[in-house]
């Protein structure tokens, strides 16, 4: 195993293709998964609830009887949690909800010219799925994450799903978290058997309109097969940082921010971009010396040597070209005036400015959406919003005089597409 | 062949079963066109225009010589089309422009308390595809439809791919539009080679972020398979109307505006829903009656017989129950006073008020996207629009100070996820 990477990346060598060779992003599909889990959608599909419990008592090495969880065990679970941490989660919805509720969209309709009058309606999606993973230890900030935005845009049922332990039960923490966030029903069911719940339906589970949430490589594949029978939010890869960084940081902060995603798995990805030699190698220093402290000192020592990465660049325009061809799902930046550089920024899941805003803020608190496009999606995608959980109908009016004053050229393009009865339609109202 | 179906349903047997049974609507996959374009995909990915070249002569009859529609040949396509066309293709341009722009979201930044700065960043998607489909007809207002919605989001390469004629030729209509709307690129590609000529890149063909556009099984499958590498719209399924029309409306004018979605092909669902039998009877003898005197009576007759279904229901809130179950692609409302009805209407793809607003003056005309969910997809996904084209990303700034105030809060979070590197980022800022 090597040392973590010092990479030096000349204006000229900052390219998409470079980039996307040293971060190692394919998009090789894996058709063994693929087809594994297509055979569980199949059978879930086909055999409902049987087929359900069938795969928890396989995967989850649980026999249950019932998915539901219900309102005595959600009641005993948020009552099982120390009065703080409630007080805690219930500060960090509330912020969240605050953060979001600059999200939504109202419903318009305006008159565009004399008899004709056009909009567009805004309506929340009925039914969402929100998927948490499970594990040992529990992740509430999923739960209020995905939950609270729901919420904001108007979500009638949000129905959360997460694998249970090997006693049969829910983690207390997430029970309270579904509690604190207003989420209406919780099943005891994960992998891409409870993806299949959600999409297809079964006898204890009504099937929904939307699934959110992170999940393993199984997870993620079901979402993308049952993608089109319902919507799914962008597909969760490993995590990732990116800090630029100018000579006055302090490469503690910088080591310990780059620790705190290369704790999340061996994939994670942490990424300095500086044009100071000096900084990158005291950050390198105390990334190591860190370490030794911190608990997950091995599965940061791999995450960290397999894919950490120090960028040395020209200077401050490279840095910012150079990040916006990683699209980082978390880019921080410490330099002055932080945010007089945001315009400069095109591709990035969240920014956190300044030297005072570690990405942990971000994933429990203060209120922005911790869930993110991950390895360059944000090329394309979006923080988890309100506008996730709602979609939009156009709305058309126009008057008799109105669609007189244009039938002709209505008529006469739709029939250019070969369209007559398109022509017809406008036609046959003045008797044409 | 039967004739066209008249079904009654009473307010209580509609469930969103009996909607999904009567229309036939399922999500079934197609295993060998899955497995053949993911061997397109795998061979474009690797051997770039040459597999292109190769399947575009295999499925298109032309052997290219270049994928590259030049700057003479648009202006060559562009000087074919009579004035006349021009002028209502400029003017049906601006109608899109106007609407769309009121679709523009903006970047904002603001103090939530003191110390705490959060917001979004709007930014364009730096570079997208739009598929549009061959044929012998040439379809320019998908053209405008797709490609005015991203011109308005700020995109900067905007590149249009569609199959080429077996002359090798692209056709007019579809440069003269392309160049009205302010397409960058066009390259003389369809089918799944299409979509992963974008998706990955050849040697002439850069890739892109983001694909849209309408497609035949092969395209729609390519784009779902190569979701994730780029990011793609909803997947278009066959054409719908549904019309919720009462006692007063014109039989003529409903079967005129059925038959112009059953022209599309025998697949497209055409269907009244009504408490009148009156105009349920009359409606059905002036489909029978028009479809005789229209170019396209094969396949009108066959989408009505197989797909066309005229419901007879209790009551308007019965109809409208009904329509938010099926939530179609065109929704047209022909009843006194239609607007007051939206705050009911819960899932529809477009709707259109009244007897003088039929289906085609938003196809071709009015603003508002014709690029609409089909299949009940309405009840997640929304037309096609500005915000197809722009990506969000959150902003955060703490000051010390403020983060000092909620750091023992924020890191106890941490840690009861397991996360104990997370709570060192933050706490080592204050050397606790």
Known sequence: ??????????????????????????????????????????????????????????????????????????????????????????????????????????????????????????????????????????????????????????????????????????????????????????????????????????????PVNKIVGPGNIYVATAKKQVFGKVDIDMIAGPSEICIIAGSDANPDFIAADLLSQAEHDEMASSMLITWDEKLAHETKKSVYAQMEELSRKDIMKKSIEDNGKI?????????????????????EIMVDDPESLLSKITNAGAVFLGSYTPEPIGDYFAGPNH???????????????????VKRSSVLHYSKKSLESVKDKVADFAEREGFTSHANAVRRRFND
């Open 1 to 206: 195993m090597s040392e973590m990477d010092t990479i030096i990346m000349n204006t000229l060598d900052i390219t998409q293709d470079k980039v996307d060779y040293i971060l190692k992003r394919n998009h090789a599909q894996n058709k063994a998964i693929e087809d594994a889990v297509a055979h569980i959608l199949d059978d879930v599909r086909l055999n409902g609830d049987a087929a359900v419990l069938k795969y928890t008592e396989k995967f989850d090495k649980v026999a249950l009887e019932t998915l539901v969880v219900s309102a005595s065990e959600i009641e005993e679970g948020y009552k099982s949690v120390d009065g703080d941490f409630i007080e805690t989660l219930t500060e960090a919805r509330d912020n969240i909800e605050n953060y979001h509720r600059h999200q939504i969209s109202k419903t318009w309709i305006k008159d565009f010219s004399p008899g004709v009058r056009l909009g567009q309606l805004i309506t929340p999606i009925d039914r969402v799925g929100l998927y948490v993973p499970g594990g040992k230890a529990g992740y509430p900030s999923t739960v209020l994450m995905d939950a609270v935005p729901a919420k904001v845009a108007g979500v009638k049922s949000i129905v959360l799903i997460t694998p249970p332990g090997k006693d049969g039960k829910v983690n207390p923490y997430i029970l309270a978290a579904a509690k604190i966030a207003g989420v209406d029903e919780i099943y005891k069911v994960g992998g891409a058997q409870g993806v299949a719940a959600l999409a297809y339906g079964t006898e204890s589970i009504k």
């Open 311 to 331: 960028f040395l660049v020209d200077d401050i325009d490279s840095a910012i070209a150079l990040s916006n061809l990683i699209a980082p799902e978390h880019l």
């Open 371 to 389: 869930t993110l496009p991950t390895s360059g999606t944000a090329k394309f995608s979006s923080p988890l919003g309100v506008y996730d959980f």
